[in-house]
């Protein structure tokens, strides 16, 4: 049973450019959440998806950033116009449902905007 | 408004003592707490949890303690091993509705001297 996947594992892009994140739960899971760490800092929640559906974006930025999680295929994590200041790692997490504790998280994407 | 703070950046501790991460926070909505292990390149790993309804949860080597008056929590190991040198971070969810919404501290990196 594989385990989070997200690709690519590594990213660049210049200024300006689009980037698309991409994260497979786990089998049978079908509530995905996407994190964001800037250097030095924890994890900082940007949205909670489930199939088809936005469940809370009160972590994303209102502009430039887009999150959907299609009946088929994976999340997609879409950050348009990229700016120096979106370069950090970008995680997703899934579940079975929406649950209290620990949740298994994939390797990240790492952006780098030059 | 850092709503969960680990105030230690670093801990430097010898193979088989105890080590001891430290986590504060301000929300006193928050009612679940989870400690994850992260190491470079890689995504954040479950640990351990506590509910708010608990002071204790104990788990092999590793222990959660949870002071809510104090608003304070630790995480113990007990014994060190080099293996355990990582980032740890301190988490704390309030919302029912979205349980993966976790606010996260800036981490706190071990490392375990042989």
């Known amino acids: 049973n594989a385990g989070v996947m997200q690709n690519p594992r590594h990213l660049v892009r210049r200024r300006g450019q689009e980037a698309r994140l991409r994260c497979s739960p786990m089998?049978?899971?079908?509530?995905v959440y996407w994190y964001r760490q800037l250097p030095e800092e924890g994890l900082k929640f940007m949205v909670y998806?489930?199939?088809?559906?936005?469940?809370?974006e009160s972590g994303m930025p209102k502009e430039r950033f887009s999150a959907e999680f299609p009946k088929e295929g994976p999340s997609i994590l879409r950050i348009q116009q990229v700016v120096r200041g979106d370069s950090a790692a970008y995680f997703c997490?899934?579940?079975?449902?929406?649950?209290?504790?620990?949740?298994?998280f994939g390797s990240g994407t790492r952006l780098t905007v030059v | 408004d850092q709503q969960v703070k680990q105030n230690s950046p670093s801990l430097s501790v010898q193979e088989g003592r105890i080590s001891i991460l430290n986590c504060d926070y301000t929300?006193?909505?928050?009612?679940?707490f989870l400690w994850y292990k992260k190491y470079p390149a890689e995504g954040p790993t479950f640990l351990i949890s506590?509910?708010?309804?608990?002071d204790k949860n104990e788990d092999g080597r590793f222990t959660v303690f949870l002071n809510k008056s104090a608003k304070h929590l630790s995480l113990h190991i007990v014994p060190s091993q080099p293996g355990d040198s990582a980032v740890y971070f301190c988490?704390?969810?309030?919302?029912?509705?979205?349980?993966?919404?976790?606010?996260f501290g800036d981490g706190t990196t071990l490392t375990v001297k042989p």
């Open positions: 997490a899934s579940s079975p449902r929406n649950r209290l504790g620990g949740y298994t």
């Open positions: 089998k049978g899971h079908s509530h």
């Open positions: 998806l489930q199939k088809e559906n936005i469940i809370d």
């Open positions: 929300n006193s909505m928050f009612d679940y």
């Open positions: 506590i509910s708010s309804i608990k």
């Open positions: 988490a704390a969810s309030a919302d029912n509705t979205n349980a993966g919404k976790s606010t």
